[in-house]
């Protein structure tokens, strides 16, 4: 078995034949599979070949040593190629390459974590690259270490904005640890993409963020090579704008239209063009003695908060967040310039080696989180609700790579008062909700939302905490205990007649209005559901039992929220009790919040009406 090693002279004949296998390889993972993305991996396995035998830096028998290099698929649909790689490693065999895309298999469609050798998931075009921004800071701002980020992008996903919010950002945070390899093919998925082989305009796009850039042929051996030598010795971030053909080495799809997302027609003589299977190996480099690095700490006393004074749960989050900077060295927090209104500048003052301004790009600021916890590292990522929907595929994404993602929106709901519509989340609950085994959360004071986020850094997963503009009375105790998945019970008795559900800022309104309807002879039982996803469904169903009908009342649309959470655990318990389900319908406005909860009708006056038409 043929060996290649990165101390070898360039050689040429050699370096092509690993190409070769990486393109045959290619193809018949796709012809076994009947699916899959061959030309797209085909174009890139000069560039991959020669990354591989000479300049990646990775043991793939201890893919947990924090020296490795990291490889990135951004375009994760020339999985192909990826997976030949792996068996050109010696990481897989061929018998497990042609599991390609079977049931079962750990060679999904697109790159997953569930290979131990990727980091996160790619396939959604425009993340990889943002992701990349975040695994680099956390080697040179947090780690001070010397692995390299290697990042595989086409030039299809050139077209998402992400990919520019990543670029700037690295050249701003100077992170000469990232090598953008960029496969211009040409040929998208139904045609020409936007510049096609024009290497110049894209380069000019990356150099005026502070990159260095380079234009070569990326089927040139040579040329790749010194590409590479050039890029490491930049001293900033680099980017290899490569051009090349889609399917290349094989005449039937070279440069071809409509060949993208197909095995090809006729894999046999494919694979016989292209010089006949192989079973070379190359002998990776392995990456240098991981390095030892201190984090600056400053103490924080635990938050904590008298009964009746009012304390917005935003500050809350703040004063909670730098305290958690202090309790575990891992806790990073992430904010999209808007940390005096989200107060996560609280952490900025106490811990700013942690902190991460990314300015107004929430794409590339849950992406950095993404890659920070590849690391190890604990992010918190913030903004207001709103925007992060911005963000949401990265989200969706990082569940599928079963990231532990941590993330705060402010300013929701109608409550957030004269700003408007533009600024109010009142979908968010919604959208983290439908996230793969997220925890959703939405404290209704200050000490609760304290103890809550400790729960979110100890809980590994997606979690979202959604935080209120207004400042509302603390109802709870410092000592209390809040954990995922639970709910407080405020009023209660045996003769409650109807149960009143909120949260945050709506838990208010059910108080004063359960205090209206005791003044009328209505006892209501009232319960903070907090956390919305996983449901305290027994204490919802337990008050679907002892009283007459629910209300739910939510600063939110009513698809998605607080209102079909309870309505789900009604309908699994096959419980007949009546729900009514107050929530924003209208398309809101500015002014006081008092007044746009009542024209929401989600303030007290109208729950005791909706109550009294139920007792």
């Given at each position: 078995?043929?060996?290649?090693?990165?101390?070898?002279?360039?050689?040429?004949?050699?370096?092509?034949?690993?190409?070769?296998?990486?393109?045959?390889?290619?193809?018949?993972?796709?012809?076994?599979?009947?699916?899959?993305?061959?030309?797209?991996?085909?174009?890139?396995?000069?560039?991959?070949?020669?990354?591989?035998?000479?300049?990646?830096?990775?043991?793939?028998?201890?893919?947990?040593?924090?020296?490795?290099?990291?490889?990135?698929?951004?375009?994760?649909?020339?999985?192909?190629?990826?997976?030949?790689?792996?068996?050109?490693?010696?990481?897989?065999?061929?018998?497990?390459?042609?599991?390609?895309?079977?049931?079962?298999?750990?060679?999904?469609?697109?790159?997953?974590?569930?290979?131990?050798?990727?980091?996160?998931?790619?396939?959604?075009?425009?993340?990889?690259?943002?992701?990349?921004?975040?695994?680099?800071?956390?080697?040179?701002?947090?780690?001070?270490?010397?692995?390299?980020?290697?990042?595989?992008?086409?030039?299809?996903?050139?077209?998402?904005?992400?990919?520019?919010?990543?670029?700037?950002?690295?050249?701003?945070?100077?992170?000469?640890?990232?090598?953008?390899?960029?496969?211009?093919?040409?040929?998208?998925?139904?045609?020409?993409?936007?510049?096609?082989?024009?290497?110049?305009?894209?380069?000019?796009?990356?150099?005026?963020?502070?990159?260095?850039?380079?234009?070569?042929?990326?089927?040139?051996?040579?040329?790749?090579?010194?590409?590479?030598?050039q890029a490491l010795a930049a001293g900033v971030p680099a980017a290899i704008f490569a051009r090349t053909k889609?399917?290349?080495?094989?005449?039937?799809?070279?440069?071809?239209?409509?060949?993208?997302?197909?095995?090809?027609?006729?894999?046999?003589?494919?694979?016989?063009?292209?010089?006949?299977?192989?079973?070379?190996?190359?002998?990776?480099?392995?990456?240098?003695?991981?390095?030892?690095?201190?984090?600056?700490?400053?103490?924080?006393?635990?938050?904590?908060?008298?009964?009746?004074?009012?304390?917005?749960?935003?500050?809350?989050?703040?004063?909670?967040?730098?305290?958690?900077?202090?309790?575990?060295?891992?806790?990073?927090?992430?904010?999209?310039?808007?940390?005096?209104?989200?107060?996560?500048?609280?952490?900025?003052?106490?811990?700013?080696?942690?902190?991460?301004?990314?300015?107004?790009?929430?794409?590339?600021?849950?992406?950095?989180?993404?890659?920070?916890?590849?690391?190890?590292?604990?992010?918190?990522?913030?903004?207001?609700?709103?925007?992060?929907?911005?963000?949401?595929?990265?989200?969706?994404?990082?569940?599928?790579?079963?990231?532990?993602?941590?993330?705060?929106?402010?300013?929701?709901?109608?409550?957030?008062?004269?700003?408007?519509?533009?600024?109010?989340?009142?979908?968010?609950?919604?959208?983290?909700?439908?996230?793969?085994?997220?925890?959703?959360?939405?404290?209704?004071?200050?000490?609760?939302?304290?103890?809550?986020?400790?729960?979110?850094?100890?809980?590994?997963?997606?979690?979202?905490?959604?935080?209120?503009?207004?400042?509302?009375?603390?109802?709870?105790?410092?000592?209390?205990?809040?954990?995922?998945?639970?709910?407080?019970?405020?009023?209660?008795?045996?003769?409650?007649?109807?149960?009143?559900?909120?949260?945050?800022?709506?838990?208010?309104?059910?108080?004063?209005?359960?205090?209206?309807?005791?003044?009328?002879?209505?006892?209501?039982?009232?319960?903070?559901?907090?956390?919305?996803?996983?449901?305290?469904?027994?204490?919802?169903?337990?008050?679907?039992?002892?009283?007459?009908?629910?209300?739910?009342?939510?600063?939110?649309?009513?698809?998605?929220?607080?209102?079909?959470?309870?309505?789900?655990?009604?309908?699994?318990?096959?419980?007949?009790?009546?729900?009514?389900?107050?929530?924003?319908?209208?398309?809101?406005?500015?002014?006081?919040?008092?007044?746009?909860?009542?024209?929401?009708?989600?303030?007290?006056?109208?729950?005791?009406?909706?109550?009294?038409?139920?007792?």
């Amino acid at each position: 078995m043929a060996q290649v090693t990165s101390a070898d002279p360039v050689d040429r004949e050699q370096l092509h034949e690993l190409a070769q296998q990486l393109r045959v390889d290619s193809v018949r993972a796709a012809a076994a599979a009947n699916s899959g993305h061959p030309t797209s991996s085909m174009s890139a396995a000069d560039l991959m070949a020669v990354l591989l035998a000479r300049y990646l830096r990775y043991d793939f028998s201890a893919p947990e040593n924090r020296a490795n290099d990291h490889l990135v698929f951004s375009k994760g649909h020339a999985s192909p190629l990826l997976y030949s790689m792996y068996k050109l490693a010696g990481a897989i065999d061929d018998e497990e390459l042609l599991t390609f895309r079977e049931f079962g298999s750990r060679l999904q469609g697109h790159p997953t974590p569930e290979i131990p050798w990727v980091d996160v998931a790619t396939g959604s075009l425009g993340q990889g690259l943002p992701i990349s921004v975040g695994i680099a800071l956390a080697g040179k701002r947090l780690e001070s270490a010397d692995f390299r980020v290697w990042v595989l992008c086409g030039d299809s996903e050139l077209a998402e904005g992400s990919m520019w919010e990543a670029f700037e950002h690295a050249g701003v945070a100077g992170l000469d640890n990232t090598i953008a390899i960029v496969d211009v093919n040409r040929l998208g998925q139904r045609g020409p993409t936007m510049h096609e082989w024009d290497t110049s305009s894209l380069a000019a796009r990356a150099a005026a963020c502070g990159w260095d850039v380079q234009e070569i042929d990326g089927h040139d051996i040579e040329a790749i090579d010194a590409a590479y030598a050039q890029a490491l010795a930049a001293g900033v971030p680099a980017a290899i704008f490569a051009r090349t053909k889609k399917g290349s080495g094989v005449a039937a799809v070279e440069d071809q239209p409509n060949q993208h997302g197909k095995p090809l027609a006729d894999p046999d003589a494919a694979v016989e063009e292209l010089g006949g299977i192989r079973s070379l190996r190359v002998e990776v480099q392995s990456p240098p003695q991981a390095q030892s690095y201190e984090i600056a700490a400053a103490a924080v006393e635990r938050p904590h908060y008298e009964v009746g004074e009012k304390v917005a749960t935003r500050a809350a989050y703040g004063d909670a967040l730098a305290w958690l900077g202090s309790v575990d060295e891992k806790v990073v927090a992430l904010d999209g310039e808007v940390g005096n209104s989200t107060y996560a500048e609280r952490f900025a003052a106490k811990h700013p080696d942690r902190f991460f301004e990314m300015y107004i790009a929430e794409q590339q600021m849950v992406a950095a989180g993404v890659g920070l916890q590849t690391r190890g590292w604990k992010p918190f990522a913030s903004s207001f609700g709103a925007f992060l929907s911005r963000a949401y595929d990265f989200v969706r994404m990082a569940a599928i790579s079963n990231a532990d993602l941590k993330l705060c929106g402010s300013h929701v709901g109608v409550s957030i008062g004269p700003d408007g519509p533009s600024q109010m989340a009142l979908e968010d609950i919604a959208s983290l909700r439908a996230v793969f085994d997220s925890v959703v959360l939405y404290p209704s004071d200050a000490n609760q939302a304290v103890q809550l986020l400790d729960a979110m850094r100890e809980h590994y997963g997606i979690s979202y905490m959604r935080t209120t503009r207004e400042a509302t009375l603390v109802l709870y105790e410092a000592d209390e205990s809040f954990e995922i998945g639970g709910s407080r019970t405020l009023r209660s008795g045996e003769s409650d007649e109807i149960t009143l559900i909120g949260a945050g800022i709506t838990l208010r309104e059910c108080l004063t209005a359960a205090d209206e309807l005791a003044g009328k002879g209505i006892a209501a039982r009232v319960i903070d559901l907090y956390s919305v996803k996983p449901v305290d469904a027994d204490a919802i169903l337990t008050a679907a039992g002892e009283t007459k009908a629910l209300v739910t009342v939510e600063d939110h649309w009513p698809e998605g929220g607080i209102g079909e959470t309870v309505a789900g655990v009604l309908a699994e318990a096959a419980a007949s009790t009546p729900l009514v389900r107050l929530a924003v319908t209208g398309r809101p406005g500015s002014g006081p919040p008092e007044a746009l909860l009542s024209a929401a009708g989600i303030d007290a006056a109208s729950i005791v009406s909706a109550a009294q038409k139920l007792a």
